[in-house]
């Protein structure tokens, strides 16, 4: 059974203060109700199995592991099957992250500045390394194929690969994605960081969505020959 997907309004992202960022109060339905509304186009989403997903990485997983995202991401971007135009609406992921799923954030992120969490509740848009729940599904979505998250959870055992590849700017083009994270799978962390900083410096003289796969994969493999 599916679920109805809301999103939260500007007027509830001001709910979300430091105390509730630190986790030392909640915010309860009564408190959020008035401040959400449907997606439009009455969109849905199998949500329960979201909720068990999530439920079951918070029991599994210690606080802080960030080996949870490869456990969740796949049922994430399976279960919220939703198009790129609706995933670009940061409403929704303020939703999901402060009125759906906020225990999980808090799980998966430790509080180390107002400025730091507050992202991690109420970032999204163009930044996929932001939100803590749209960062899951964007990722799976730049990674999987037709339902192999094979990608998708190599990139995830890499924390080092999603730093690097994901909070850079070319991380939305899927081509140039694939190709990065293919080549880099079993480079160090040295070596993943260079290639990632000298690709994204390549792309001021390149552009990005000219280049197909097979030639940003023949680029990536330069740098990493370059780096080594």
């Given at each position: 059974?599916?679920?109805?997907l809301?999103r939260?309004t500007?007027?509830?992202?001001?709910?979300?203060?430091?105390?509730?960022?630190?986790?030392?109060?909640?915010?309860?339905?009564?408190?959020?109700?008035?401040?959400?509304?449907?997606?439009?186009?009455?969109?849905?989403?199998?949500?329960?199995?979201?909720?068990?997903a999530?439920?079951?990485?918070?029991?599994?997983?210690?606080?802080?592991?960030?080996?949870?995202?490869?456990?969740?991401?796949?049922?994430v971007?399976?279960?919220?099957?939703?198009?790129?135009?609706?995933?670009?609406?940061p409403?929704?992921?303020?939703?999901?992250?402060?009125?759906?799923?906020?225990?999980f954030?808090?799980?998966?992120?430790?509080?180390?500045?107002?400025?730091?969490?507050?992202?991690?509740?109420?970032?999204?848009?163009?930044d996929?390394?932001s939100?803590?729940?749209?960062?899951?599904?964007w990722?799976?979505?730049?990674t999987?194929?037709?339902?192999?998250?094979?990608?998708?959870?190599?990139?995830?055992?890499?924390?080092?690969?999603?730093?690097?590849?994901?909070?850079?700017?070319f991380?939305?083009?899927?081509?140039?994605?694939?190709?990065?994270?293919?080549?880099l799978a079993?480079?160090?962390?040295?070596v993943?960081?260079?290639?990632?900083?000298?690709?994204?410096?390549?792309?001021t003289?390149?552009?990005?969505?000219?280049?197909?796969?097979?030639?940003?994969?023949?680029?990536?493999?330069?740098?990493?020959?370059?780096?080594?």
């Amino acid at each position: 059974m599916n679920d109805k997907l809301y999103r939260l309004t500007e007027d509830g992202r001001r709910l979300v203060g430091q105390s509730f960022l630190r986790g030392e109060v909640t915010l309860d339905d009564e408190d959020l109700d008035e401040y959400v509304e449907p997606l439009p186009g009455q969109l849905t989403a199998n949500l329960n199995a979201i909720d068990e997903a999530v439920e079951s990485v918070v029991q599994e997983y210690a606080e802080y592991d960030t080996s949870m995202d490869k456990a969740l991401a796949e049922d994430v971007h399976r279960n919220l099957d939703i198009t790129r135009r609706t995933a670009g609406d940061p409403g929704l992921w303020h939703w999901l992250a402060v009125y759906r799923y906020p225990h999980f954030v808090r799980h998966r992120w430790e509080y180390r500045s107002e400025e730091a969490m507050r992202e991690k509740f109420l970032g999204a848009g163009s930044d996929l390394y932001s939100n803590a729940i749209h960062r899951l599904w964007w990722i799976a979505e730049l990674t999987s194929d037709q339902g192999d998250y094979t990608v998708t959870h190599e990139v995830f055992s890499n924390q080092t690969m999603v730093n690097k590849v994901f909070d850079r700017w070319f991380a939305r083009y899927q081509p140039a994605v694939v190709a990065i994270c293919d080549e880099l799978a079993d480079e160090p962390s040295r070596v993943i960081d260079e290639t990632t900083r000298r690709f994204n410096h390549a792309l001021t003289n390149v552009q990005l969505e000219g280049l197909s796969e097979e030639e940003a994969r023949e680029l990536v493999r330069q740098i990493i020959a370059e780096v080594k």
